[in-house]
């Protein structure tokens, strides 16, 4: 097993935040709470976090209305656990994306995870390309879920409880590039982590902007060559 394998899984497993809502004992309630917290995801996707009402949820998971009552004592709690569902499916993409990262970084050239450590240039090149196609694949095919995140920012500003749950995302999605990073030897680990996500989150923003056949992916990977190359020398420096 990689490196980064190992450490992936000695991780603490499950979901950053935590539902909130009614707890469920039987797989047929489990399914139903799923359905109506998916629904909800749609809506906010289509209207933003203030089309979240519970007769508009639960039209759009075709359940009585009373099962959204019954699962969420109010609107707060059930937009805490839509904004749960999304952060969940955020961070094992973010999770994918990172063993995929590792992989040719320990195979490139029949090279070592080491050896391949000893070249900045070839390092910076090899992690842009990924990370290009990382952020490429996010805007033309996940887009939903990143208009999703940018309803869920917005209303942060202005809910204090969705803004402590999107700081532990954030964290979470720091501590996971920050693992990597390390392996990688960066010096400042933590905060090459916040830089690189930082960008990533102003790119897919501004891939949002445009349509998907207009994205520019070689203005992209400039970009994050760009501060990688900085980064890696800055290392080979030190």
Same mark, same amino acid.
């Given at each position: 097993?990689?490196?980064?394998?190992?450490?992936?899984?000695?991780?603490?497993?499950?979901? %950053?935040?935590?539902?909130?809502?009614?707890? @469920?004992?039987?797989?047929?309630?489990?399914?139903?709470?799923? #359905?109506? #917290?998916?629904?909800?995801?749609?809506?906010?996707?289509?209207?933003?976090?203030?089309?979240?009402?519970?007769? +508009?949820? *639960?039209?759009? *998971?075709?359940?009585? #209305?009373?099962?959204?009552?019954?699962?969420?004592?109010?609107? /707060?709690?059930?937009?805490?656990?839509?904004? @749960?569902?999304?952060?969940?499916?955020?961070?094992?993409?973010v999770t994918q994306f990172s063993r995929r990262l590792y992989e040719p970084l320990e195979n490139s050239d029949g090279?070592?995870?080491?050896? +391949?450590?000893?070249?900045? !240039?070839?390092?910076?090149?090899?992690? %842009?390309?990924?990370?290009?196609?990382?952020?490429? !694949?996010?805007?033309?095919?996940?887009?939903? %879920?990143?208009? *999703?995140?940018?309803?869920?920012?917005?209303?942060?500003?202005?809910?204090?409880?969705?803004?402590? #749950?999107?700081?532990?995302?954030?964290? +979470?999605?720091?501590?996971?590039? @920050?693992?990597?990073?390390?392996?990688?030897?960066?010096?400042?680990?933590?905060?090459? *982590? @916040?830089?690189?996500?930082?960008?990533?989150?102003?790119?897919?923003?501004?891939?949002?902007?445009? !349509?998907?056949?207009?994205?520019?992916?070689?203005a992209i990977r400039a970009t994050l060559l760009r501060q990688l190359s900085?980064?890696?020398?800055? /290392?080979?420096? +030190?």
């Open positions: 097993m990689s490196q980064l394998s190992d450490s992936l899984s000695n991780s603490k497993s499950g979901s %950053a935040v935590k539902y909130q809502g009614r707890k @469920t004992s039987r797989a047929g309630s489990e399914l139903r709470r799923r #359905l109506i #917290l998916e629904a909800s995801l749609r809506i906010v996707i289509r209207e933003g976090v203030r089309g979240i009402r519970h007769r +508009a949820v *639960a039209k759009e *998971a075709d359940v009585p #209305l009373a099962a959204t009552t019954y699962y969420f004592k109010d609107i /707060q709690e059930l937009i805490n656990d839509t904004f @749960t569902l999304y952060a969940e499916q955020s961070l094992e993409i090279k070592t995870f080491v050896e +391949a450590m000893n070249s900045a !240039e070839d390092m910076s090149g090899i992690i %842009a390309d990924s990370m290009t196609q990382y952020v490429v !694949e996010q805007i033309t095919q996940h887009r939903d %879920a990143l208009i *999703a995140e940018q309803a869920f920012r917005y209303e942060a500003i202005l809910s204090p409880h969705l803004r402590k #749950l999107g700081e532990v995302h954030k964290l +979470a999605l720091i501590q996971k590039l @920050t693992e990597l990073l390390s392996l990688m030897q960066s010096p400042q680990p933590v905060e090459d *982590a @916040t830089i690189v996500i930082s960008i990533l989150h102003r790119i897919e923003y501004e891939g949002l902007l445009v !349509e998907p056949e207009n994205l520019d992916i070689k900085l980064m890696f020398n800055d /290392q080979s420096r +030190a």
